[in-house]
Each structure stands twice: as C-alpha cells, then as structure tokens.
C-alpha cells in the first residue's frame, strides 16, 4: 500500500529565503509523486510531477523536486520566497493505478 | 475552457437528510474521483471511476455512493448526512493515457449539523 508523510504541518519563512518542503513516501513499486499547491478557498493546482526520468523535477512558480529513491523522499524547494508562496502544499504518491494518496499537507507563511 | 465544475459551493444539512453533490467536467477525462478534506488529514479518496459505468471504493466510501452514466458527469450522494461527513469534498479528473494531470474542481464546503 502507498502512503505519504509530510515532515511539518506548517513551515514560516522570510521573503527571499529558502523553502523546503519534505515528504517521504512509501510504495510497492516504483511510484509517480506529485506536489500540489492550495491557496484559500481553492481547488488543489499541479506544482510538478515525477513519473519517469529525470529525477530532478521543476515545475511552475519556481518550484523543483527531486526524486531519491535510495531515501523514499520527494524534498519541494523554491530558492527564494516570495509573499504569494503562502498556501497548503500536499505531497502525494500514485502506484501507476491513477490513485492519488495524499500527505497531511504543509501550511507555508511567509514573512515580509 | 470550464474544467471541472462542481455545485454547490456550500451547503449545509441537517442530520438525516440527503444530497448529492454534483461534478462535472468537459474534458473528457476516463478517471473521476471525489475527495474529502479535513484539517490535518490532507485530501482522502472516497470513491473513483475509470470510465462510464464503472466505480469503486476509496479509503472512505461508507455512507456515500457514486454512479456514473456518462464521461462527464460523476454525482456523489449522502443518503443520510451524519455530523462526522462535515467537511470539504472535492472533485477531480484525469485522463488515462497517462498524463496523471489531476485537474480539480473548487470545492464544496458541507455542514452537518
């Protein structure tokens, strides 16, 4: 069975820092991962995603990933924060059967 | 381009009563599934379908049903609404080529009371 963790429920950092995300996962074979964003009172939107390849994965917003295999984990950073960063981020893992299993999500707030 | 539409955006019920929430989606998208989100538990699938006519169960699926009659439209019914279903539900899709490009629906915010 897949399953998801998120280490940290919520993350605080400043503008211009660093974000990281962490996620581990657990799967019976060889997964696809995903990272979703959701601001308020929206739907969840596609960051980027891992199916197959290269395993450092970038999406929009400036986000990028990477798969290890060798350490179960799908890590989301962005460099540098900016103010409109500040949503929910799911991590979430498929075994090619086209069902999602999600992570508890990881609150972002970024101070000015 | 409308995506994946659902209604409403918020209800609430009584406990008891029954509703089905609507999604719809003009995509033509195989895979629909509907979710729940509660705090702290990130989104939990309830019930899917792979294409018209064919459904099965999530993590979650007591006290819901599905049905699928068509492509684009994939209904999910409370028969009878408890406290423990309050909660936002969401709709998504994808197709089955393998894209994994979930697209999701808004959200509806249920209360039960």
């Given amino acids: 069975a897949q399953s998801v963790t998120q280490l940290g429920s919520h993350v605080s950092v400043s503008e211009g820092a660093l974000v990281l995300l962490r996620c581990n996962y657990s799967s019976s074979v060889p997964p696809y991962l995903f990272w979703y964003v959701q601001y308020p009172n929206q739907g969840l939107q596609l960051l980027l995603k891992y199916t197959t390849g290269a395993t450092l994965v970038k999406g929009i917003n400036g986000f990028e990933a990477e798969f ?44 000015a | 381009n409308a995506g994946v539409t659902q209604t409403p955006k918020f209800q609430v019920l009584k406990t008891g009563q029954s509703m089905t929430l609507q999604c719809a989606q003009d995509m033509n998208h195989e895979y629909m599934s509907w979710y729940r989100q509660d705090p702290g538990m ?10 018209a006519g064919i459904t099965d169960q999530g993590e979650v699926p007591n006290g819901y049903n599905v049905s699928r009659s068509t492509t684009e439209d994939f209904p999910l019914r409370l028969l009878s609404a ?13 197709d089955l080529r393998g894209n994994y490009g979930y697209t999701f629906g808004s959200g509806t915010r249920l209360t039960v009371v």
């Fill in chain 1, 68 to 111: 290890k295999k060798s350490e179960t984990s799908f890590h989301l950073t962005k460099p540098s924060a900016h103010m409109s960063d500040a949503a929910e981020y799911f991590c979430a893992v498929s075994e090619n059967d086209y069902k999602l299993s999600f992570g508890a999500g990881t609150t972002v707030t970024v101070r």
């Fill in chain 2, 42 to 51: 990130g989104l939990r699938l309830i019930h899917y379908s792979v294409g």
């Fill in chain 2, 82 to 94: 408890a406290p423990s279903q309050t909660s936002v539900y969401f709709c998504a899709s994808t």
